[in-house]
């Protein structure tokens, strides 16, 4: 499976699960300038922009020029930048409205979190951060093993980035700077209607775990096999307002 093919498999589950409620914090506006980091090809758009009042352009970042290729937010005037968004100023971000990620937070090390809490708090308007992993799975049929596997999942993630930490990194980076945050759970609940994303998440999931702790893989065997009846997947969604005043 391409990464794009994975993207458009779990974009109805991430629909589901990101948190509308954030969304009525929002201020007003006649105009949004909306710069979404980390686009893929434009799901977090594709959910947010029937749920906003008002004109709409939407600026769409992303390292990935195949993928800023075929990215779009139907309806709405929408350009694309390929950059890498650690390196973002505010600069960059000037005249936006709202600022937006999707499932980006975990794939972030601790000094580049830093810099672009920084950098959007610096932009001076809302930052709307979905779907952030933070490292708990409930899987169904339990398995004795599920916990092991999740903890060393975990390990492998934050090997090389902040992983489980970010969005708890994020908050603390953004009331450091102080700005407002809300925080609202936004869950894959996965059952019988996502079973092909819950299988490749499940391989995936797996053999990350297998890969931080071999000792695991010997077990893994008739683990991986196993049909799951539901999984349901904790992320977190913080929005970040500005103090008043800024
Ligand atoms: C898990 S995907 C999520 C995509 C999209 N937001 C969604 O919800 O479908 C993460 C995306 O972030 C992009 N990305 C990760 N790190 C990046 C960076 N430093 N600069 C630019 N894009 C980055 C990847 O190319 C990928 O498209």
């Given at each position: 499976?391409?990464?794009?093919?994975?993207?458009?498999?779990?974009?109805?589950?991430?629909?589901?699960?990101?948190?509308r409620e954030l969304v009525e914090h929002l201020p007003a506006t006649d105009r949004h300038v909306i710069h979404d980091l980390g686009c893929g090809t434009g799901s977090m758009g594709r959910w947010l922009a029937p749920l906003l009042s008002g004109e709409q352009h939407w600026v769409l970042?992303?390292?990935?020029?195949?993928?800023?290729?075929?990215?779009?937010?139907?309806?709405?005037?929408?350009?694309?930048?390929?950059?890498?968004?650690?390196?973002?100023?505010?600069?960059?971000?000037?005249?936006?409205?709202?600022?937006?990620?999707?499932?980006?937070?975990?794939?972030?090390?601790?000094?580049?979190?830093?810099?672009?809490?920084?950098?959007?708090?610096?932009?001076?308007?809302?930052?709307?951060?979905?779907?952030?992993?933070?490292?708990?799975?409930?899987?169904?049929?339990?398995?004795?093993?599920?916990?092991?596997?999740?903890?060393?999942?975990?390990?492998?993630?934050?090997?090389?980035?902040?992983?489980?930490?970010?969005?708890?990194?994020?908050?603390?980076?953004?009331?450091?700077?102080?700005?407002?945050?809300?925080?609202?759970?936004?869950?894959?609940?996965?059952?019988?209607?996502?079973?092909?994303?819950?299988?490749?998440?499940?391989?995936?999931?797996?053999?990350?775990?297998?890969?931080?702790?071999?000792?695991?893989?010997?077990?893994?065997?008739?683990?991986?096999?196993?049909?799951?009846?539901?999984?349901?997947?904790?992320?977190?969604?913080?929005?970040?307002?500005?103090?008043?005043?800024?």
């Amino acid at each position: 499976m391409t990464f794009r093919e994975w993207l458009e498999l779990r974009e109805p589950a991430d629909a589901a699960a990101r948190s509308r409620e954030l969304v009525e914090h929002l201020p007003a506006t006649d105009r949004h300038v909306i710069h979404d980091l980390g686009c893929g090809t434009g799901s977090m758009g594709r959910w947010l922009a029937p749920l906003l009042s008002g004109e709409q352009h939407w600026v769409l970042h992303d390292r990935d020029q195949e993928l800023l290729e075929v990215a779009d937010v139907p309806g709405h005037s929408v350009e694309t930048r390929q950059s890498d968004i650690t390196q973002l100023s505010a600069a960059d971000l000037a005249g936006a409205t709202l600022i937006t990620a999707s499932a980006l937070l975990d794939m972030l090390g601790d000094e580049e979190l830093t810099r672009l809490v920084g950098t959007c708090v610096d932009a001076g308007c809302p930052t709307l951060f979905t779907l952030s992993v933070v490292g708990r799975v409930e899987l169904d049929p339990p398995d004795p093993r599920d916990q092991r596997m999740a903890a060393a999942f975990n390990g492998h993630q934050r090997r090389t980035t902040l992983g489980p930490d970010a969005a708890t990194a994020a908050v603390e980076r953004f009331r450091e700077l102080g700005a407002e945050v809300f925080l609202r759970p936004s869950p894959w609940q996965l059952g019988s209607s996502h079973t092909e994303l819950m299988a490749e998440w499940f391989r995936g999931w797996v053999g990350a775990a297998c890969e931080q702790q071999p000792d695991l893989a010997a077990e893994a065997g008739d683990y991986s096999q196993r049909r799951l009846a539901h999984a349901t997947v904790d992320h977190v969604d913080l929005l970040a307002l500005p103090r008043s005043g800024r």
